[in-house]
């Protein structure tokens, strides 16, 4: 099993900035695309953004140009740039990977979700 851990939300005014960490660990073998999400009050989980292993990256229409996704494959992090907060950025947010590992009969890809961190934008 693998165990995805999220840190560096919190709280910050409308205009600041934060950077979302997310570290993958156990019984890895490959990890193909990684992304973040988000969940406000009353709402549906919604991608936020997402990489592929190849750095290909996708974002939401209401990040574009204020969010940057990015990883490092050799510490199995993906990252999350924050810039020009707004109120309706406040969320939780969680960190998503599919991860590839060996059963020890076969290799298994499975998606690994992590516990959530919040963000709040708020003056």
Avoid: H
Wanted: net charge positive.
């Amino acid at each position: 099993q693998a165990q995805l851990v999220e840190s560096g939300g919190g709280l910050v005014q409308p205009g600041g900035s934060l950077r979302l960490s997310c570290a993958a660990s156990g019984n890895i073998f490959r990890i193909d695309a990684m992304g973040w999400y988000r969940q406000a009050p009353g709402k549906q989980r919604e991608l936020v953004a997402s990489i592929t292993s190849g750095d290909s990256t996708n974002y939401a229409d209401s990040v574009k140009g204020r969010f940057t996704i990015s990883r490092n494959n050799a510490k199995n992090t993906v990252y999350l740039q924050m810039n020009s907060l707004k109120p309706e950025d406040t969320a939780v947010y969680y960190c998503n990977a599919d991860i590839m590992y060996w059963s020890g009969i076969r290799y298994i890809t499975t998606a690994y979700w992590g516990q959530g961190t919040q963000v709040t934008v708020s003056s």
